[in-house]
């Protein structure tokens, strides 16, 4: 497991949303170029539902989150649906 992943996974109680799914995304894409969205709600819509368990919007926050990894520079919004990794 890569130091950045590692480093996420021993401070995970005190990340917020956006960390806990930039630290999915890591974890089961970072060998991928593009991954998608069905792919990523199936990896992280019921992690994410336990860590935040009142959350009835999981999808939505999701979508929103990846906005915000977007906005942030770490991830790319390639087409709809489909996600990559910035150079």
Do not use: C
């Amino acid at each position: 497991m890569n130091s950045t992943v590692l480093n996420h996974y021993l401070t995970r109680d005190k990340l917020t949303w956006n960390h806990h799914l930039y630290d999915m995304l890591l974890y089961h894409f970072r060998d991928r170029l593009t991954f998608t969205l069905a792919e990523i709600n199936q990896v992280a819509g019921g992690a994410l539902s336990y860590y935040y368990p009142n959350n009835n919007t999981i999808t939505y926050s999701i979508q929103r989150t990846l906005q915000n990894l977007r906005d942030d520079g770490k991830i790319e919004f390639i087409k709809s649906g489909v996600y990559g990794w910035t150079d």
